[in-house]
């Protein structure tokens, strides 16, 4: 699980969405290639690239389903 990974369809859009500047491009794509491969040679169901992904992600699963709605309309003006 990670938000975005630095890769030119991220880096250089024709249209970037809010969110790639809200959450950032933290995680670079061999970084993600080694989490794969780590995935496909163990027993496991979640897999975080960074720590702070996982911090974040235990975060949001704390916030009430309410919360994280208003929040995601408020980012996405919806």
Do not use: C
């Not at 880096?11 to 790639?20: E, F, G």
């Not at 989490?35 to 496909?40: P, T």
């Not at 897999?47 to 699963?61: K, P």
């Amino acid at each position: 699980m990670v938000a975005y990974v630095a890769a030119p369809m991220v880096n250089r859009p024709d249209r970037k969405a809010k969110w790639v500047d809200i959450l950032g491009i933290n995680v670079a794509a061999d970084q993600v290639a080694e989490i794969v491969w780590a995935a496909d040679h163990q027993r496991r169901v979640h897999w975080f690239v960074t720590e702070a992904d996982a911090t974040i992600a235990a975060q949001v699963d704390q916030t009430p389903w309410e919360e994280r709605a208003a929040i995601t309309r408020s980012i996405a003006r919806f």
